[in-house]
């Protein structure tokens, strides 16, 4: 092989050395780099899920705690002081890893409470009225103006997982996780509800089922032998969101057709997993 031929022989490009490429241009606004990096995904520089992520972390950096936290109504908390017998079944039915330990009222947060420093406790019948005290980890406290990005960031550098968020009052607004931040980036991260396997519907222990919103109501019917009708909607989900009169939130609950029906997962647009319970 000549020389020559050698030469015109050019190693393929880095996905780095593409994408520095394409911001040739110098691109002075946000959108502007959107707008090349979706140039760029169209040519095939750049993978559709890369721009996805992308996309995401520069979301976050516009986005406010207060639009993604969990409000204060559906925090799932303990109670200082109270019987184990008053707070455990709630943790159990949650199935959540930590939870805002409160005082005498919702606001006076006294600390976050791990399920899995609880566990061994109970295990060993250790478990007392008071016990608890000795197994809280320091609250983070936030406001509900600040910049997702920036709590990322904390989150990372306190190895912490949950902040309280208060608003201008410091009274409590609601709660916000990593997972709630995380999701903003890479899209929906699977809870500890969400079953991987095919099936739409899962059989649980004492009668309950787990169902994924997007089942057609024909597959509903066929596994239940119910008769919710399908003219007007074709997933259990929209037929859901109807008797609630709007897009439920976790923890929202509802009956119809014979099923008592709570939200396992929810983002605010759309329902993604109910539980269901016969009766």
Do not use: C
């Given at each position: ?11 393929s ?7 520095s ?14 707008d ?19 996309e ?5 950096t ?10 204060r ?6 109670k ?23 005082g005498?009222t ?24 008071g ?7 320091p609250?983070?406290i936030?406001?509900?103006?600040k ?14 997982h ?6 201008e ?44 919103a ?24 929209g ?8 897009v ?7 009956q ?22 016969r009766g």
């Amino acid at each position: 092989m000549s020389d020559d031929s050698s030469s015109s022989i050019q190693p393929s490009k880095s996905w780095l050395e593409r994408i520095s490429q394409v911001f040739t241009d110098q691109p002075e606004t946000l959108q502007d780099i959107m707008d090349i990096l979706r140039s760029a995904e169209t040519r095939n520089v750049l993978e559709v899920d890369a721009l996805s992520i992308i996309e995401g972390a520069m979301q976050v950096t516009q986005m406010q705690v207060r639009e993604v936290m969990i409000p204060r109504a559906q925090m799932i908390t303990v109670k200082d002081n109270v019987d184990p017998s008053d707070y455990l079944s709630s943790i159990i039915e949650s199935a959540h890893s930590r939870f805002p330990v409160i005082g005498e009222t919702t606001d006076e947060i006294v600390g976050i409470l791990l399920a899995k420093d609880l566990l061994p406790l109970a295990l060993k019948g250790e478990l007392k009225k008071g016990t608890i005290s000795d197994l809280l980890r320091p609250a983070s406290i936030i406001p509900e103006s600040k910049r997702l990005n920036e709590l990322l960031k904390e989150f990372k550098q306190n190895r912490n997982h949950m902040a309280i968020v208060v608003d201008e009052y410091g009274g409590i607004s609601g709660l916000v996780t990593i997972e709630d931040v995380l999701e903003q980036i890479v899209g929906e991260i699977e809870d500890e509800h969400d079953f991987e396997d095919e099936a739409m519907i899962k059989a649980l222990p004492e009668g309950e089922f787990n169902v994924k919103a997007f089942t057609t109501i024909e597959e509903f019917n066929d596994y239940f032998e119910s008769q919710i009708p399908d003219s007007e909607f074709d997933t259990i989900g929209g037929y859901a969101i109807k008797h609630f009169g709007r897009v439920p939130e976790r923890g929202d609950s509802t009956q119809f057709d014979g099923f008592h029906v709570t939200v396992l997962n929810s983002d605010g647009r759309t329902v993604r997993l109910l539980k269901m319970i016969r009766g």
